[in-house]
């Protein structure tokens, strides 16, 4: 009878911290974020040499530690719009994206490094692969964060009108 009990109180107790493990706060995300519009300059085994505009917005509920990821999307020169996911841990960057609808759908995978350029952008070079019924392509490509907007303060100077003063009678 005491080994049964204390066995109940041993499971029990295993219960109970694995249940308040898993209902800790996640870990706060503390990595860099790569949030951002970058202009991308590539080279295509199959297309040649091209440019697009990359996309990524940081998905802060998803992120924790060094961990981050994104919402990634990219815009062709003729418009089309791409769109994926990606994944950082501290400089590595994992990107996919879907390339085609329908029910086979082909998909861009690519992995890219990450390096800062100043003290508010980043730059990375993206290696992918992009499969189809042929053997695939691939290429890469390298992405500069486009600088951000600067709103400038204008101020309207106000020009002083003589003072008008009426004629007397």
């Not at 080279?43 to 994104?70: C, D, H, M, P, W």
């Not at 990634?72 to 996911?85: C, D, I, P, S, W």
């Amino acid at each position: 009878m005491k080994n049964s009990l204390s066995f109940v109180l041993v499971f029990v107790g295993l219960t109970l911290i694995a249940f308040v493990s898993e209902t800790q706060a996640k870990e706060q995300f503390t990595g860099p974020n790569f949030s951002g519009i970058y202009s991308c300059k590539g080279s295509n085994n199959k297309v040649g040499e091209y440019e697009v505009v990359a996309t990524l917005k940081l998905n802060r509920i998803s992120s924790q530690g060094s961990f981050s990821v994104y919402d990634f999307n990219t815009e062709t020169e003729n418009a089309l719009v791409y769109k994926g996911q990606a994944i950082a841990n501290t400089y590595k960057l994992a990107l996919t994206f879907r390339l085609s609808d329908g029910r086979n759908a082909e998909y861009s995978t690519g992995i890219a490094d990450i390096q800062r350029i100043s003290s508010t952008r980043w730059a990375y070079t993206n290696h992918y692969y992009e499969p189809d019924e042929n053997g695939g392509d691939y290429g890469s490509e390298y992405c500069v964060m486009e600088k951000p907007l600067k709103m400038s303060k204008q101020t309207k100077k106000i020009k002083k009108l003589p003072a008008i003063v009426p004629a007397q009678s």
